[in-house]
């Protein structure tokens, strides 16, 4: 065990025998002890270098795949024009907290439309901005017109990425909104933090100044950004909504305050697991500082309540990435060559997994009744979607 492990099961005890917490089972379980212990240093040596992950395929994939999706739908400060400003949009979803706040902040002649509704193809030229949850997002593809595709705005949280490629509309304008509407018609609350004083609300694509204008009009701050500065965002915020709410799940804690507060080295752990395996299969390098900015926003929103939600969007993509490793796993394989030519036999079975601590924190808060579906254990492997 590493001198870090040894310290964050320490911080774990010590917090558990103070609190009196639920928690306390999750310390005392001798096998998920023995993974507590190991979980931090196995899954920093199994990342691999940030210098090698170029020769991964996937990588270079997915680095191609973005800059050929984003041609011609990027717009800088530069090419902007009247005709891609804030003008009478069509919003999706006006009934709910984000869409409501659009449309109160909107244009004469904007469109409200409820959720399961059709586009209709004389709908408002501007936006069309997508209000709703994820699961209902395939529907709204398909209730719109195609001619009018390019022109759909998505505001979700989680990695939507992989679905909105399936779907075809990849390059379409999408937005990561940091900022809460504590309930319908309330005043927005700005998620500021002291590393990033701009703000942290971003857009990218065809419609990103339409948004940020009418995000102005709240005085919510928002960056119109491009799409690589908008992936590694992202993916930023998934790892921020992943790992919260996951250990919170798992240690039964009420609200992202109190994980940050008392269980930092487990989220440094469980961010470190989520960090390394996104730059093994994408072409994104992390800013330096991410665990400070995703702490920041924590304690920007400490009373944010705890709860594993849009599993399939959210933390279902780490657990694919866990399963199908496990599943692709091979005995006898080697690993690339170190500085000496050594190539050691790579693990098998759950030992391949790249993300153990995720998966542990998984099965714990399947356990304690926070995640209430079975988890897919499938030995072929877990689609993402």
Not at 38 to 43: D, E, F, I, R, V
Not at 122 to 145: E, F, Q, S, W
Not at 285 to 306: C, K, Q
């Amino acid at each position: 065990m590493t001198p870090r492990s040894a310290i964050s099961v320490l911080l774990l005890m010590a917090f558990a025998a103070k609190e009196g917490s639920a928690f306390t089972s999750f310390t005392k379980t001798p096998s998920l002890m023995a993974r507590a212990q190991n979980t931090g240093s196995a899954a920093r040596s199994r990342l691999t270098p940030s210098m090698s992950v170029w020769s991964n395929s996937k990588t270079t994939a997915d680095y191609m795949g973005n800059v050929n999706s984003r041609k011609g739908m990027d717009f800088s400060d530069n090419d902007v024009d009247e005709s891609l400003c804030d003008q009478a949009s069509t919003i999706i979803g006006a009934g709910g907290r984000i869409g409501g706040l659009l449309a109160k902040l909107g244009k004469d002649g904007d469109l409200l439309i409820g959720r399961g509704e059709k586009i209709p193809e004389d709908a408002p030229p501007g936006p069309i901005y997508v209000c709703t949850r994820n699961d209902v997002l395939k529907d709204v593809i398909d209730a719109c017109p195609e001619s009018r595709r390019e022109d759909l705005v998505f505001m979700q949280n989680g990695m939507i990425e992989i679905f909105l490629n399936k779907q075809g509309v990849g390059g379409c304008t999408q937005a990561l909104l940091y900022f809460a509407v504590p309930a319908k018609g309330a005043k927005p609350v700005d998620g500021k933090i002291p590393s990033q004083p701009e703000g942290l609300t971003c857009v990218m694509g065809k419609w990103g100044h339409a948004l940020k204008q009418r995000l102005d009009k709240a005085d919510l701050l928002c960056n119109v950004v491009q799409r690589d500065t908008f992936r590694r965002a992202m993916f930023e915020k998934l790892i921020w909504i992943s790992a919260y709410m996951l250990i919170g799940a798992a240690t039964e804690s009420e609200t992202v305050g109190r994980v940050d507060r008392f269980f930092k080295e487990l989220l440094e752990d469980l961010i470190w697991e989520m960090r390394g395996s996104i730059g093994k299969r994408t072409a994104i390098n992390f800013a330096t500082g991410l665990e400070t900015r995703l702490s920041e926003y924590a304690m920007a929103v400490e009373d944010f309540p705890i709860g594993v939600k849009e599993w399939e969007w959210r933390n279902g993509y780490f657990w694919a990435i866990s399963r199908n490793a496990i599943k692709n796993a091979r005995p006898g394989a080697l690993g690339h060559p170190d500085r000496f030519g050594k190539r050691e036999e790579l693990p098998t079975g759950e030992d391949a997994d790249p993300m153990p601590l995720h998966s542990m924190l998984c099965r714990k808060a399947k356990e304690l009744g926070a995640i209430t579906f079975e988890l897919p254990e499938d030995e072929g492997g877990v689609d993402l979607f």
